[in-house]
T-cell receptor, first 113, second 115 residues
Framework: DVKVTQSSRYLVKRTGEKVFLECVQDMDHENMFWYRQDPGLGLRLIYFSYDVKMKEKGDIPEGYSVSREKKERFSLILESASTNQTSMYLC????????????FGAGTRLSVL | AQTVTQSQPEMSVQEAETVTLSCTYDTSESDYYLFWYKQPPSRQMILVIRQEAYKQQNATENRFSVNFQKAAKSFSLKISDSQLGDAAMYFCAYRSVNRDDKIIFGKGTRLHILP
């Protein structure tokens, strides 16, 4: 089975802190994604990556950056956390190719105080 | 740009009954995939069912089936014999085959199962 692991289920940070959310997948998938999930807004894509050291902006990249130094790991970075970044963050991975589905991690619920 | 619309934020169904979740989408493409994902409370999102636009036959997975109407750009999910474990947020999603591997999600429908 594909496993996508997010390092923390719950995280509480202070405004202005630098926050790292880590995601690891064990199926050698080329693609990895970071989403933000908010009630009534569904899933919104923050960043995605097609390969090591490659990244592409999604729909809401402002206030975030990412790092992909190894194929299996994709990190989301909040350079200076703000209260409006309080949310559920979901990581996903997929193989490249038509019809391939995305596999999701369990999510990290981040609270910025 | 493609969009996915789920017009029912919440729905309820009696256990053992059948329920249909609605989804419409907008695209100018002819080749694409549609998905229904399920997110149980405090658990991982998982794929329920997948439909390729070129296949006329509606996809089925056990108690889950879709009604795919390509001309109407409609993709509804039918859950038969609803069970308590079906309670979840359900997301309809669209993926083009001509672009990158991004998926566009609807805003979700929260399904409650009444015992």
């Amino acid at each position: 089975d594909v496993k996508v692991t997010q390092s923390s289920r719950y995280l509480v940070k202070r405004t202005g802190e630098k926050v790292f959310l880590e995601c690891v997948q064990d199926m050698d998938h080329e693609n990895m994604f970071w989403y933000r999930q908010d009630p009534g807004l569904g899933l919104r894509l923050i960043y995605f990556s097609y390969d090591v050291k490659m990244k592409e902006k999604g729909d809401i990249p402002e206030g975030y950056s990412v790092s992909r130094e190894k194929k299996e790991r994709f990190s989301l970075i909040l350079e200076s956390a703000s209260t409006n970044q309080t949310s559920m963050y979901l990581c996903a991975s997929s193989m490249t190719g038509r019809g391939n589905i995305q596999y999701f991690g369990a999510g990290t619920r981040l609270s910025v105080l | 740009a493609q969009t996915v619309t789920q017009s029912q934020p919440e729905m309820s169904v009696q256990e053992a009954e059948t329920v249909t979740l609605s989804c419409t989408y907008d695209t100018s493409e002819s080749d694409y995939y549609l998905f229904w994902y399920k997110q149980p409370p405090s658990r991982q999102m998982i794929l329920v069912i997948r439909q390729e636009a070129y296949k006329q036959q509606n996809a089925t997975e056990n108690r889950f089936s879709v009604n795919f109407q390509k001309a109407a750009k409609s993709f509804s999910l039918k859950i038969s014999d609803s069970q308590l474990g079906d309670a979840a947020m359900y997301f309809c999603a669209y993926r083009s085959v001509n672009r990158d591997d991004k998926i566009i999600f609807g805003k979700g429908t929260r399904l409650h199962i009444l015992p």
